[in-house]
C-alpha cells in the first residue's frame, strides 16, 4: 500500500525510491508488526482476562501445568492482526503470492479461532470436532495447491529439488497438488502440536519463518538463484515482506509468551502459523529444506505418531507422555530446559538449512 504511495512521491523526491529495496521494506515489516504486537499486547490481554477467555489445563499433564490454568489465550490472533497490518503496509499488492499466503493464513486463522472460541467461550471441551477441523484444513490446503499448480509459469515452479545435488530436480506435474497439500496441512498441524510449552512454537517458528524469508529473496533474484543453482520463481521475492512480518510479530508476542506466559497463542495462532511457512516453503520450492530446519516441529509430530500407532497396536506407551516435550517434562526437566534446549536445536537445524543452498 504505501510501496503505491512512495512511488509517486519519488517523481518529487529521489528518497523515496529507497521503499523500492525488498530488504529495506522487510526490514520495516519486521519493526511494523514488532510494535504493533507490543504497543497492541498489554490492552488484548487485559481484554482476554476480563472476558475469561483462558487456557483448560489437562489434569493428566505434568503439575507444574496446573497453575497456568485461566491464562488468556486466542493470544494468536494478535500476531495474525500484526502480520495482516505490516504485511498489507509495506508488500508489493499487485503480488499474487503476497495476497496467497495471506489468505491462507487467514483461512487457517477462522478454523483455529472457532476450535478455541468452542473450547474457551462456549466450554465444550471437545472444541471444533477433529473431523470438521481437517475438513476445512484441507479444502484450503487443496485450494492453495491448485492455485499454484495452475498458476505455475515455469518448470521450475512445480519441481521438487533435493539439497546437496546440483542437478536434481522432480518434474512432479499433478503430484505437485498432493506434495503441497501435505505440506501445507502437516506443517500447520505440526507447529499446533509443538506448542504446548511457554514459547516454545512461537520462536522456532521465528527462526524457520526468517530463513524462509532470506531463502524467498534468494530465489526471487534471478542472479543469487542463478549463482547458488536453485530455482528461480519471478515474485517470489516479495514474501521477504511477509516472512519479516511474521518474524516481527512473533517477537512482540514472545514478549508476553515467554515464560511464565501471560498469554498463550491457541489454535488461531498455531494453526495459521504453521500453514503460512508452508505455503512460503511451497512457493520457494525449498520443502525439504523447511523439512530439516523444522526439525522440532517433525519430531513433536512423529513422537505424537508413534505413541497413538504403539499404544493400539500393543497397548503400550514408547514415551511418557505425547507430544514429546511433555515427556521430557515428566522425567523431570522443568519447563525453561525444554523450552530453550528445543530453541537451541532449533537454531543448528535452521543454520543447517540455510547451508544447504550453497552445498550443490
Same mark, same amino acid.
Given at each position: 500500500?504505501?510501496? #503505491? +504511495?512512495?512511488?509517486?512521491?519519488?517523481?518529487?523526491?529521489? $528518497?523515496?525510491?529507497?521503499?523500492?529495496?525488498? =530488504?529495506?521494506?522487510?526490514? +520495516?515489516?519486521?519493526?511494523?508488526?514488532?510494535?504493533?504486537?507490543?504497543? @497492541?499486547?498489554? =490492552?488484548?490481554? %487485559?481484554?482476554?482476562?476480563?472476558?475469561?477467555?483462558?487456557?483448560?489445563?489437562?489434569?493428566?499433564?505434568?503439575?507444574?501445568?496446573?497453575?497456568? &490454568?485461566?491464562?488468556?489465550?486466542?493470544?494468536?490472533?494478535?500476531?495474525?492482526?500484526?502480520?495482516?497490518?505490516?504485511?498489507?503496509?509495506? &508488500?508489493?499488492?499487485?503480488?499474487?503470492? @503476497?495476497?496467497?499466503?495471506? +489468505?491462507?493464513?487467514?483461512?487457517?486463522?477462522?478454523?483455529? *479461532?472457532?476450535?478455541?472460541?468452542?473450547? !474457551?467461550?462456549?466450554?465444550?471441551?471437545? $472444541?471444533?470436532?477433529?473431523? *470438521?477441523?481437517?475438513?476445512?484444513?484441507?479444502?484450503?490446503?487443496?485450494?492453495?495447491?491448485?492455485?499454484?499448480?495452475?498458476?505455475?509459469?515455469?518448470?521450475?515452479?512445480?519441481?521438487?529439488?533435493?539439497?546437496?545435488?546440483?542437478?536434481?530436480? #522432480?518434474?512432479? $506435474?499433478?503430484?505437485?497438488?498432493?506434495?503441497?497439500?501435505?505440506?501445507? !496441512?502437516?506443517?500447520?498441524?505440526?507447529?499446533?502440536?509443538?506448542?504446548?510449552?511457554?514459547?516454545?512454537?512461537?520462536?522456532?517458528?521465528?527462526?524457520?519463518?526468517?530463513?524462509?524469508?532470506?531463502?524467498?529473496?534468494?530465489?526471487?533474484?534471478?542472479?543469487?538463484?542463478?549463482?547458488?543453482?536453485?530455482?528461480?520463481?519471478?515474485?517470489?521475492?516479495?514474501?521477504?515482506?511477509?516472512?519479516?512480518?511474521?518474524?516481527?510479530?512473533?517477537? $512482540? /508476542?514472545?514478549?508476553?509468551?515467554?515464560?511464565?506466559?501471560?498469554?498463550?497463542?491457541?489454535?488461531?495462532?498455531?494453526?495459521?502459523?504453521?500453514?503460512?511457512?508452508?505455503?512460503?516453503?511451497?512457493?520457494?520450492?525449498?520443502?525439504?529444506?523447511?523439512?530439516?530446519?523444522?526439525?522440532?516441529?517433525?519430531?513433536?509430530?512423529?513422537?505424537?505418531?508413534?505413541?497413538?500407532? &504403539?499404544?493400539?497396536?500393543?497397548?503400550?506407551?514408547?514415551? %511418557?507422555?505425547?507430544?514429546?516435550?511433555?515427556?521430557?517434562?515428566?522425567?523431570?526437566?522443568?519447563?525453561? %530446559?525444554?523450552?530453550?534446549? /528445543? *530453541?537451541?536445536?532449533?537454531?543448528?537445524?535452521?543454520?543447517?538449512?540455510?547451508? =544447504?543452498?550453497?552445498?550443490?
Amino acid at each position: 500500500m504505501l510501496l #503505491w +504511495l512512495a512511488e509517486y512521491l519519488s517523481q518529487f523526491a529521489s $528518497g523515496f525510491q529507497v521503499f523500492q529495496y525488498l =530488504t529495506f521494506r522487510g526490514i +520495516l515489516g519486521v519493526l511494523t508488526a514488532l510494535g504493533i504486537a507490543l504497543l @497492541v499486547g498489554p =490492552t488484548m490481554i %487485559r481484554r482476554l482476562n476480563y472476558h475469561q477467555i483462558g487456557q483448560s489445563v489437562r489434569d493428566d499433564g505434568p503439575e507444574s501445568h496446573l497453575s497456568k &490454568s485461566g491464562t488468556p489465550t486466542m493470544g494468536g490472533a494478535l500476531i495474525l492482526v500484526a502480520i495482516a497490518i505490516s504485511t498489507l503496509l509495506w &508488500s508489493d499488492l499487485s503480488n499474487s503470492y @503476497v495476497w496467497c499466503v495471506l +489468505l491462507v493464513t487467514g483461512v487457517f486463522g477462522a478454523v483455529g *479461532w472457532v476450535d478455541d472460541y468452542r473450547k !474457551v467461550v462456549q466450554k465444550d471441551s471437545r $472444541g471444533l470436532p477433529a473431523r *470438521w477441523k481437517y475438513f476445512w484444513q484441507s479444502i484450503a490446503g487443496l485450494g492453495v495447491a491448485v492455485y499454484l499448480y495452475m498458476n505455475s509459469d515455469a518448470a521450475a515452479a512445480t519441481q521438487l529439488f533435493v539439497p546437496f545435488f546440483k542437478n536434481v530436480a #522432480w518434474d512432479m $506435474g499433478p503430484a505437485f497438488i498432493v506434495l503441497t497439500y501435505f505440506v501445507v !496441512v502437516g506443517s500447520s498441524n505440526a507447529v499446533n502440536l509443538t506448542d504446548g510449552l511457554d514459547g516454545l512454537a512461537i520462536l522456532p517458528t521465528v527462526m524457520v519463518g526468517s530463513a524462509l524469508g532470506i531463502i524467498a529473496y534468494l530465489v526471487g533474484n534471478v542472479q543469487f538463484a542463478e549463482y547458488l543453482n536453485i530455482a528461480y520463481v519471478a515474485g517470489s521475492g516479495e514474501l521477504v515482506v511477509f516472512c519479516g512480518a511474521l518474524a516481527g510479530a512473533g517477537l $512482540g /508476542f514472545l514478549w508476553f509468551n515467554t515464560y511464565p506466559a501471560q498469554v498463550f497463542m491457541g489454535d488461531v495462532g498455531a494453526l495459521a502459523l504453521g500453514a503460512a511457512l508452508g505455503t512460503v516453503a511451497v512457493i520457494t520450492r525449498h520443502e525439504i529444506v523447511f523439512f530439516i530446519m523444522g526439525g522440532i516441529f517433525v519430531l513433536e509430530t512423529v513422537s505424537v505418531i508413534m505413541q497413538v500407532v &504403539s499404544f493400539k497396536l500393543t497397548g503400550k506407551r514408547i514415551f %511418557r507422555m505425547a507430544p514429546i516435550h511433555h515427556h521430557f517434562e515428566l522425567k523431570g526437566w522443568p519447563e525453561p %530446559r525444554v523450552i530453550v534446549r /528445543f *530453541w537451541i536445536i532449533t537454531v543448528m537445524l535452521v543454520l543447517f538449512g540455510l547451508a =544447504t543452498l550453497k552445498l550443490r
